[in-house]
């Protein structure tokens, strides 16, 4: 499937939204209602194996029952030549990912309104039976108006995170930063779960980057199984001592000592607001309005933090582990690829952002927002991890995205758009997603548009190389002719 392609002869596909490890998601026109909405289309692989046919299935019934301003809505679903899909209530907005990336941790206020929000939401699917079992800010959209909308219900990952997504085939790596300590060690998930990663989610929201960090998805497990919950006041003064006790019981390590219910901790986070909005007096602003101002270089208070408190050696099973993931993240993309608009020679390519490249790094390099280097939009972007003191300060000689070309050819240029003007950079090319790339291009440094001329072969994946910056460099746009 692709954009312009037709689906079910009435919705025709717009650009992907997001990909995730099982499904993609397209802004989608229905042409008989004519109106937006999004198409999530399971993976074609996956399409095969009658047990995930049955998931989706399970996950667009499962949310056709709940009718509520904080779960997303479903509208219809199929199966269009062998491809399962459900259509969707289209979300003009970010997840919330997307809007930490964008703006750095939250005002208070705003970050206490959506997790209300997003509390609401899954208490209701609570109360219908429904638990969501992979409450994370990418499954977690807001409108423009800063209404928070709950989605990805489903996946019902009922033998437990951890092993799933290590044991079965195909997966890319998901993030086991959300994980409660009882998915981590392999037992059932119940509605205290969703508490649990809800309250892991408001950390991230008031203090920029989730609780646990860790090289792997197991190392991260088992700091939600063993390690403390981390103070929230430290860093942020500002939170006050009700929220902090609030955010330390939703993610108490024995689900006994959290919250009764969805619905108390988002009675909790009520009267927290109650008493926010007292102590800051009503002009503020409650988290509805200023959500998706416009990017903002990352500066002054609101900066995420990183602590880079790990060793910055690449273990050798994690390396082997992201080389893989990489491969079947390109290949999973490989077919999402839009074929170019035009035939002769020398148009514009489609390029497709297919993944994160950190070859001497501990981590990857934001890989959920690769998708927003080659959307179309270059209000979105796909940014590097901050680096205060730039990249020699941690030993790297550069970090980079990888484009992917769909076949090998021959680029004349390839064109850069940032917010961030002024970081190195120079292009890399090569036949696998994953390494082995050759210098292509001289070195240059990125204006707001820059051009690279390119030459050396013909190669199918591309990389922006960028070996200097001040702390966080933005790719808002990749293309090349
Ligand atoms: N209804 C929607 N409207 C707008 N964007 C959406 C919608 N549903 C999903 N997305 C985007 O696509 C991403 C992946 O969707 P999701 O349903 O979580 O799929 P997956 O199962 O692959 O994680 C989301 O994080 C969001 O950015
Ligand atoms: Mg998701």
Do not use: C
């Not at 998601?25 to 042409?31: K, P, S």
């Not at 006790?245 to 919250?259: I, Q, S």
């Not at 004349?412 to 090569?430: C, I, S």
């Not at 204006?447 to 001329?453: G, P, R, S």
């Amino acid at each position: 499937m692709k954009v312009g392609d037709v689906v079910a002869g009435r919705y025709e596909l717009g650009e992907v939204l997001g990909i995730g490890g099982m499904a993609s998601v397209y802004r989608a026109h229905d042409r008989v209602l004519e109106r937006d909405v999004a198409l999530k289309v399971l993976d074609e692989r996956l399409g095969q194996d009658p047990e995930y046919v049955e998931r989706f299935r399970r996950e667009a019934r499962a949310i056709a029952r709940l009718t509520h301003p904080n779960i997303v809505t479903v509208i219809d679903r199929g199966d269009a030549d062998g491809r399962q899909f459900i259509v969707f209530e289209h979300v003009r907005g970010t997840n919330l990912k997307q809007l930490l990336a964008r703006r750095g941790r939250l005002p208070v206020t705003q970050a206490l309104a959506l997790a209300h929000q997003a509390a609401r939401g899954l208490g209701f699917a609570h109360e219908n039976g429904i638990v969501h079992r992979d409450v994370k800010p990418q499954n977690v959209l807001v409108n423009p108006d800063g209404v928070a909308k709950v989605t990805d219900f489903g996946i019902a990952r009922s033998h437990g995170a951890v092993d799933e997504a290590l044991t079965m085939p195909g997966t890319i790596l998901g993030t086991g930063d959300y994980l409660s300590p009882e998915q981590a060690v392999g037992q059932p998930a119940d509605e205290r779960s969703d508490q649990y990663s809800l309250g892991t989610l408001l950390f991230e929201l008031l203090n920029g980057e989730p609780p646990y960090r860790g090289n792997t998805l197991v190392a991260v497990a088992a700091r939600h199984v063993n390690d403390p919950v981390p103070s929230v006041r430290e860093h942020r003064p500002d939170v006050s001592p009700r929220v902090e006790a609030l955010v330390h019981r939703a993610m108490a390590k024995r689900p006994e000592d959290r919250f009764p219910s969805m619905d108390a901790l988002g009675a909790a986070i009520e009267a927290a607001m109650a008493e926010e909005s007292a102590v800051r007096g009503h002009g503020e602003d409650d988290g509805a309005t200023q959500i998706l101002a416009p990017p903002r270089r990352t500066s002054g208070a609101e900066r995420p933090r990183r602590r880079r408190q790990l060793p910055r050696t690449l273990l050798a099973g994690l390396g082997v582990l992201a080389a893989a993931a990489l491969l079947v993240w390109a290949l999973a993309t490989e077919r999402l690829v839009p074929t170019e608009s035009g035939g002769g020679g020398g148009g514009r390519v489609r390029l497709a952002a297919v993944a994160d490249y950190d070859p001497e790094g501990d981590e990857f390099e934001h890989r959920e927002l690769l998708g927003s280097a080659t959307d179309g939009d270059p209000a979105t972007f796909w940014r590097t991890e901050t680096y205060d003191g730039g990249l020699e300060a941690v030993g790297k000689e550069g970090v980079g995205i990888v484009v992917d070309a769909r076949r090998r050819r021959e680029l004349d240029e390839l064109t850069v758009l940032t917010d961030t003007p002024g970081f190195a950079a120079r292009v890399l090319a090569g036949n696998s997603p994953a390494g082995n790339f050759v210098d292509v291009s001289g070195e240059e440094t990125v204006d707001e548009e820059t051009t690279f001329d390119l030459e050396g072969g013909r190669y199918r994946y591309y990389v922006l190389w960028i070996t200097d910056l001040d702390e966080v460099a933005h790719v808002n746009e990749l293309r090349a002719s």
